[in-house]
């Protein structure tokens, strides 16, 4: 995983914070094997936009949950050198009228992919 340069210090304290809970730390095995296989997948000449979800899936080996989903985003749009772009892609397609878009336009707000609806 390619991290922001001036970020790796920031990463490594943030990981190591939880290497003694392992749901934290499975937030951020499952944001680095995501990150690895879009990068991949980047390098061959692929958009973000049309790999990240099926590699989300892919990435997801231990049965993660929507929190875990939304907190790696949000690992991922802070530290990752395609970080912002994902944060983007994130925030649009888990929008379910214009929230999204409202979301994006502050800075490094990722929406919340467990939303219950009840009307």
Known sequence: MKI???????????????????????????AEAWADMMEEKLGDGAKLEDIAKDTSHQADTEGITGFMY??????????????EQL???????TQI?????????KDGAVLNPAVLIVD
């Open 4 to 30: 922001l340069m001036g970020k790796e210090k920031e990463y490594s304290d943030w990981k190591a914070k939880n290497e003694d809970d392992p749901y934290g730390l499975a937030i951020f095995r499952y």
């Open 70 to 83: 939304g907190a790696a985003v949000s690992v991922l749009s802070h530290c990752w050198e395609h970080g």
């Open 97 to 105: 009228k214009n929230e999204g878009e409202e979301t994006n336009k």
């Open 87 to 93: 944060r983007r892609w994130h925030n649009l397609s």
